[in-house]
């Protein structure tokens, strides 16, 4: 069954699980699990969309213009995904490159740090998710984050500094003056693709 993957913090309270619902329960339940479906739709186009850019830009003209063309290209995915939806679809990260746009709110830390200790357990990053109902001050939310890995294709521009090319480390020096997303190692948790829609 479809929540049956989803596996959630110990202690927090939410509605999404199969476990002993009501007829009235029943259809909250099945909003949210609309809602699961729908956000793991976009968060799966999103990485789609990322690594598909970024395999292309690499064949094409190698990591230094890749990495200058994800600049432009990889906000822009994001941002195209939040303007179809109307929901915050962000790519963030505890070591974030952008630190305007890819640092990780408390939640959003709180899950990946999670995800980092179930991956050193052993368990598989590609399927980790997550989902809650939060409440902030300005109402309440559907949040989703889905892990984001790193494989082979990531460590020209996110790798340790001899997986660098220098021409990488000399741009990502001046785009980027508080880069932390370096020294990443295969299988490690880069980050999440995290939505956030009102409910
Ligand atoms: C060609 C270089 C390049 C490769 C390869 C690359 N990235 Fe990045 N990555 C970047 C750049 C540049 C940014 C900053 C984009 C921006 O300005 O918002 C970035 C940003 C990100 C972000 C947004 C959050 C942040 O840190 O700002 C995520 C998530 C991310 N990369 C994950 C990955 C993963 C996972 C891989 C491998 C599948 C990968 N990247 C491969 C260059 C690259």
Known sequence: MLFLTIRFLAGVLTTVSMAGFSPAAHS??????????????????????????????????GPLRSLVACKYTCPEILSMQSRKTGWRVAAVSLKPRNSALGMADAWEQKVIADFDRRVAK????????FVEIVSEPQGR??????????????????????????????????????????????????GIVSIKRGV
Not at 154 to 181: E, I, M, N, W
């Open 141 to 190: 939310y559907f949040r989703y984050a889905k892990a984001m890995m790193v494989e082979r294709l990531c460590l020209q521009c996110h790798g340790s500094s001899d997986q660098r090319p220098d021409s990488v480390k000399a741009q990502l020096a001046t785009d980027y003056p508080f880069d932390q997303a370096v020294d990443f190692r295969i299988g490690q948790v880069y």
């Open 28 to 61: 909250q339940e099945s909003t949210e699990s609309r809602s699961v479906q729908d956000s793991r739709k976009v968060a799966l186009q999103v990485s789609q969309d990322l690594r598909t850019q970024l395999i292309r830009e690499m064949q094409l003209s």
């Open 122 to 129: 052993g368990e598989k990053g590609e399927t980790l998710e």
